[in-house]
């Protein structure tokens, strides 16, 4: 039997998917919770969520998701606004914190992946992994700005506009989310994401490489 044909990730590229997906889920989840607690809301960290532990965040189904049609989640978040002095500015930059974190990771990777370049430390292996770390990191930090629930994009979104157009957009938020899987599970999405992966994705990637070279060479 042919695994691959199951997976959105060869085979071989299983082992470093999966623990580049640990470290990036774990991270944007706990920066979701610590700016939350940082603001007044102490939810998060009353079920357990303001920690660095896998276990507390990562969803194993969302997980198994990804590694089968290349789309999934972590457990979220839980945010009180009610908790904050400030609720739509508080609102924004805890929604953001998520895919920020994954943009500093991949940052932190890259600079890694160049101070290790040409030495005795990068192997292959090494190499591939950090790659990999800074891919999905880049992946994950454009993929959940975008406006659809329940990313963080949408999040964002809802609150910056104001109180009157939220309530509607909550009234209609259960369609995004129907919207947002059709697209993840059906070819409407290559109208959508296939501009992410070869356009903007790439984009970020060579501003970052663009920055950090100069600095190391």
């Given at each position: 039997m042919d695994f691959n044909s199951f997976l959105a990730y060869p085979l071989e590229q299983i082992p470093y998917v999966l623990m580049a997906l640990v470290v990036a889920f774990t991270i944007h989840e706990w920066a979701h919770a610590i700016a939350a607690y940082r603001f007044g809301d102490s939810t998060a960290k009353n079920q357990g969520r303001l920690t660095l532990n896998p276990i507390s965040h990562i969803d194993p189904v969302g997980v198994i998701m990804i590694l089968i049609i290349g789309f999934g989640w972590a457990r979220p978040v839980p945010v009180n606004r009610f908790f904050f002095k400030n609720p739509s500015l508080a609102g924004v930059l805890v929604?953001?914190?998520?895919?920020?974190?994954?943009?500093?990771?991949?940052?932190?990777?890259?600079?890694?992946?160049?101070?290790?370049?040409?030495?005795?430390?990068?192997?292959?292996?090494?190499?591939?992994?950090?790659?990999?770390?800074?891919?999905?990191?880049?992946?994950?930090?454009?993929?959940?700005?975008?406006?659809?629930?329940?990313?963080?994009?949408?999040?964002?979104?809802?609150?910056?506009?104001?109180?009157?157009?939220?309530?509607?957009?909550?009234?209609?938020?259960?369609?995004?989310?129907?919207?947002?899987?059709?697209?993840?599970?059906?070819?409407?999405?290559?109208?959508?994401?296939?501009?992410?992966?070869?356009?903007?994705?790439?984009?970020?990637?060579?501003?970052?490489?663009?920055?950090?070279?100069?600095?190391l060479s």
């Open positions: 929604s953001f914190a998520g895919p920020f974190s994954n943009f500093v990771l991949a940052f932190v990777f890259m600079i890694i992946l160049h101070v290790l370049n040409g030495t005795v430390w990068l192997s292959d292996m090494v190499s591939h992994l950090l790659e990999t770390m800074i891919y999905l990191n880049i992946v994950l930090f454009v993929f959940n700005l975008l406006p659809l629930p329940p990313l963080d994009g949408y999040r964002i979104i809802e609150d910056l506009v104001p109180n009157r157009t939220r309530a509607k957009m909550t009234q209609y938020e259960n369609y995004g989310v129907v919207i947002f899987l059709l697209l993840a599970i059906t070819p409407l999405g290559d109208y959508v994401f296939p501009p992410l992966f070869y356009t903007v994705i790439p984009f970020v990637l060579n501003g970052m490489n663009t920055i950090i070279s100069p600095l």
